[in-house]
């Protein structure tokens, strides 16, 4: 059976910093069965590339053998009928690259297809999907991620009820990077990147080198300049690097790509909310940045018509997303997700309200 193959969160640097400090100073546990870690290891030197974070909707196109070819948005399996900004109406279409894209991959890289799915996952963008963004004046396109994924034919699941068992793998065959660009499938290691070297014994260096990066890619987005247009906002990087043979992903992102998004985001000052400078600041610039409550909305009301009955599964994502993406942010400043809630409920349903007043005209 065609099930979800879902794309792993990208997360921010201080979850790549907390799991890569856990696995390599971990040394046992003690009698209690807690663990134990030896903070006198030096941490490791990585290489990371850096591409441009390209602003639409996730989609992924998956297949195997036994389960033929489909399309799936970040949330469902789509169909040409039950679709989501045209992408499973422009797989249909564009079958035939498709497939010769996945068979290119699965022979490059010797995955048996009876055995395995391959999915291979893009940013279904352009076609004014999302606003003021690199290649929002753009037909609409799929722009191949760095990286695809292969999952067993039949999942298995961990603990936290993860699905087990995926590789990825590079986008890449006989050194030429997949993609079909007269389909309009592009792959974004055909764009700008950057290499860099990511020291975990000195996080602060690799930061100020990619802040300071930041502001050019916000001047002119490096990939809508390649596709002959000018001065468009760029939205930030994907980092990604490999370790202890897993592959890692985060985001570092601007401000200027979530301005103008049909909806308004409240500011929270000390003179308006009696709570802690720290809470304020931390809700504003990072736990209710505008591209998370934009894309929050965006996600969970796929193709439908959203009123204000919809209030509490949108507060609830908001805040499930900043559990799973923030938690460790918040610990390095000594808080824990509900000291922000209510914090979060009063900028979150402001944007709400009004986006749902924007999509309906008034």
Not at 27 to 47: A, C, E, K, W
Not at 245 to 268: M, N, P, Q, R, V
Not at 288 to 298: A, F, G, T, V
Request: aromatic share 10%; glycine share 6%; charged share 30%.
């Amino acid at each position: 059976m065609k099930r979800l193959i879902k794309y792993d969160s990208i997360g921010q640097l201080v979850n790549a910093i907390y799991d890569i400090t856990g696995k390599v100073r971990y040394v046992g546990r003690d009698v209690n069965n807690d663990p134990i870690y030896d903070d006198s290891i030096s941490l490791p030197t990585v290489q990371v590339e850096l591409w441009e974070k390209i602003h639409g909707t996730n989609a992924g196109v998956a297949y195997s053998n036994s389960l033929g070819l489909w399309a799936q948005s970040k949330a469902r399996i789509l169909t040409p009928k039950e679709d989501n900004k045209e992408t499973a109406q422009m797989v249909e279409k564009n079958q035939d690259e498709w497939m010769r894209i996945i068979n290119s991959l699965a022979k490059e890289y010797n995955i048996n297809l009876d055995e395995k799915i391959i999915t291979v996952y893009f940013e279904q963008s352009g076609g004014g999907i999302q606003s003021k963004s690199a290649v929002s004046s753009l037909d609409k396109l799929a722009m191949i991620f760095a990286h695809f994924k292969v999952s067993p034919l039949t999942p298995s699941y961990d603990n936290n009820h993860e699905e087990t068992g995926a590789k990825w793998y590079k986008t890449i065959v006989n050194g030429v990077n997949v993609s079909s660009n007269d389909s309009n499938i592009y792959n974004i290691r055909d764009f700008e990147s950057h290499e860099m070297t990511l020291d975990f014994n000195n996080v602060q260096e690799f930061r100020d080198k990619v802040e300071k990066m930041i502001p050019i890619i916000e001047k002119e987005s490096p990939v809508g300049k390649q596709f002959g247009i000018s001065n468009n906002v760029g939205e930030g990087f994907v980092i990604t690097f490999e370790f202890d043979g897993e592959l890692y992903k985060f985001k570092i992102k601007g401000d200027e790509h979530a301005k103008g998004s049909g909806g308004k985001k409240k500011i929270l000052t000390p003179e308006e909310e009696a709570e802690n400078k720290v809470k304020i600041d931390f809700v504003n610039d990072h736990a209710c940045s505008e591209w998370r409550l934009r894309q929050m909305y965006d996600e969970n009301f796929e193709n439908k018509k959203v009123t204000m009955k919809d209030t509490k599964t949108y507060m609830d994502a908001v805040f499930s997303d900043i559990v799973k993406e923030e938690t460790l942010a918040l610990k390095e400043i000594g808080l824990v997700p509900r000291d922000i809630s209510k914090l979060v409920s009063s900028v979150a349903i402001v944007y709400f309200k009004s986006r749902v007043n924007h999509d309906a005209g008034l």
